[in-house]
């Protein structure tokens, strides 16, 4: 997936704010690091929105939490 999204952000320059949205079949752990570090013109982040099964959210509560707040005091 990080490959398509840096394709897109080198032919689009111009993008301020870009969310993927994906299903539960993209919820990995380095899913979410790879979309963390890919940022838009102007050093903004990439905004992310991934499923998470409720059975498995105890999985990746510590990790998105950590991200929000990470997002929230830039």
């Known amino acids: 997936m990080s490959p398509t999204l ?3 952000l080198a032919r689009y ?13 993209l919820l990995s752990l ?11 013109a ?3 982040a990439l905004e ?6 409720g059975r498995r959210y105890a999985e990746f509560v510590d990790i998105l ?3 929000s707040a990470h997002r929230n005091c830039q």
């Open 65 to 67: 939490d950590s991200h």
């Open 42 to 44: 102007g050093d903004r």
């Open 48 to 53: 992310f929105i991934l499923a998470v099964p």
């Open 30 to 40: 380095d899913n979410i690091e790879a979309l963390s570090k890919l940022h838009l």
């Open 13 to 25: 320059p111009h993008i301020r704010r870009l969310v993927v949205v994906a299903d539960r079949g």
């Open 6 to 8: 840096k394709k897109v």
